[in-house]
């Protein structure tokens, strides 16, 4: 995958250091852990990391800039995502302190950090940027599904729910791709994953008439590569997030899709709505993709980050039996079964006899036709 | 209805005087036609209103404001809601005019007007106000299913596609609703609703993130009413739209929903995409409301702006017999049928021998279980 220039990063993830409240951290620590030199929280210093993220192994928990001063750190990069998107007015302190230190911010807040008072003036003073990485450009057209019939392999990960491993999916098939000589490319649509490659767009924060269009911005731009993964939003029944996630399925087009799901996960993060069988997922994402452009869920990349190595294994096998569809934990098992499943469905994607079963689709035998 | 207090309103539709690219001018004259004073349209100037645009008689089409000097208009209201929402540049003149004029200036523009250095500048100096309908307010939270089991009776217009009757089919229940004397209110979500009452959002301006949380917001709201009409956007298949639509449905947690349709609209609006079988866009709207609260299309209001009293009646019952669910066309034959089927509906809401047969499902026979 494409890397920004290496930078010394240094991540805030003040009081929130889980994988799933400090996803930003997680993902950036994953696939840039390199150039991560250090993390801030004051509640968990001095603390293992990858205890807490399960990446990030060496990389040192601080509660203040300064004892990182000797490595020269250059980036302060915002960890966490919190819902809603607001900046919590204890981390004031600790950016005003990177920025006096000549440090870039880089924030995928909700909350602009270039358009604060302070922090603008601040930043001009010491030369610095505030890199809001869900500012939103200017001209993002209305969609219309200019991106159905495109040339090239578009995949799509959609989840059971938000926060499961879509950008992760993406990315390690596009990795697993590229590892088998493909020319493959990874379309990131959230911050993290702007943050990891330094392209792409965070179409959360795009006003909602725009999302379907930002979406197909974004794949048109990769127009002549042979296959483009494109980063999964929300989840399609997440009454948060289900618009984002419909808008990009319908702007981004794609041909395939692979549903992501955490086995041990019951309930919609931060509702009490029970997760609908995988079936129901696999056949709601196929119905609202049918009328634009034929897509099918061709796997399913499973997020067992909560289980034993046995556990998981029981739950792939358990899940492909159920779904008759490949499945893997891309991080442990790896995104390989997935891309041969792809390829065999791009081989023969208009065989009926080619191992992919008829879709599960809408149908309404209760009523009279 | 509520409105707002009466006013002497001159609507901008400057060359696009068609029932679908007026459809702001067509819904403020229906609805308030009595305030509105003349219609400026340089290519049409001095032809029947009603021609056009199905409603309207007797409002003067002019081509300058200077012909109305003399009814003293106080309101520059902007008609059109062209695709993208942007300024056309040919308006511009129009709108400083009106300013001059000492008239308030109401858009439903993605641009926002008050925003513009001219148009401002030029406000402040003559006292008036310019109203951007579209701004959003500050601080909407996010959707998280709060409206689900509300006390009211809560029902979203849904379409076949954008720009269909949506917001005409939840104004006309609800006066109907009121018709009976029960206590009955309309939340609008888009610009001309807003215009028309006065209230509301247009939930299409907010950003992706927030858009379920901005309906859920109006909907509860309005807690303590015992029906609550909610007008629908986009359509679940428009691949510009669509993800507003579902935000929509998963903030607002309409109990009970009502499919509009053009019978003779073949093609999903400014696209060559078909318009699926109804059958399918009743089952894809149940489906994708039952994992967060149970929901029924009830009831189906045809727009049948384009066919003889005849050819509607013929519609209206063909859609009724494929469809085995009342249907009318509201403008036509009034709205007593559907708000019939949802008083019917809500009496017996969990009782399978109520008439209301099992929904259209989500079913998967062709794989294992």
Redesign the interface.
């Known amino acids: 995958m494409t890397t920004p220039v290496k930078r010394r990063i240094v991540i805030l993830a003040e009081g929130k250091l889980d994988v799933f409240s400090a996803k930003t951290a997680a993902g950036v620590i994953r696939y840039r852990g390199d150039e991560v030199v250090g993390l801030l929280d004051r509640t968990h210093a001095g603390q293992p990391l990858e205890g807490f993220l399960g990446v990030g192994r060496g990389i040192p928990i601080v509660s203040e800039l300064r004892e990182l001063d000797a490595v020269k750190p250059d980036m302060l990069l915002i960890g966490i995502a919190p ?3 607001q900046l919590p007015p204890s981390w004031r302190r600790l950016i005003v302190q990177a920025i006096e230190r000549g440090m870039e911010i880089v924030s995928g807040l ?1 909350a602009m950090l270039g358009d604060d008072p302070e922090f603008a003036e601040l930043a001009r003073k010491h030369g610095v940027r505030i890199w809001d990485v869900r500012r939103p450009p200017e001209d993002i ?5 200019r991106a159905r019939n495109m040339a090239a392999r578009t995949v799509l990960t959609v989840g059971s729910d938000c926060n499961i491993g879509k950008k992760i999916g993406a990315i390690e098939m596009t990795e697993e791709c590229r590892r088998r000589g493909r020319d493959a490319v990874f379309v990131p649509t959230g911050q993290t994953g702007v943050m990891i490659t330094g392209r792409g767009l965070a ?7 725009f ?3 930002a979406a197909e911005s974004l794949v048109l731009a990769e127009q002549g590569h042979d296959w483009i993964f494109v980063e999964g939003q929300g989840g ?13 399925m ?2 981004s ?1 794609p041909k395939a899709m692979v549903l992501c799901h955490q086995p041990t996960r019951r309930f ?1 993060r ?2 009490q ?4 069988p995988l ?2 997922i ?3 994402h196929e ?2 993709m ?3 452009q034929v897509s099918r869920v061709v796997g399913v990349a499973l997020n067992c980050c909560d289980l034993t190595d046995e556990q998981a294994g029981a739950e792939v096998k358990r899940v492909e039996q ?3 569809l490949p499945v893997t934990d891309v991080i442990r098992f790896g995104a390989a079964p997935l891309v041969d499943a792809l390829e065999r469905y791009f081989e023969t994607p208009s065989d009926p006899a080619s191992g992919f ?13």
């Open positions: 819902s809603g998107g909700h057209p209305i969609g219309l599904g179409i959360d924060r795009v006003i909602s008439d999302v379907a269009g399609i029944f997440h009454p948060s997030f289900s618009g984002v996630t419909l808008a990009l319908h702007g087009c919609l931060h509702t709505i029970p997760i609908p079936r129901e696999v056949a709601i119905a609202l049918r009328p634009i159920g779904l008759q079963a008829p879709s599960l689709s809408l149908r309404g035998p209760e009523r009279p036709p």
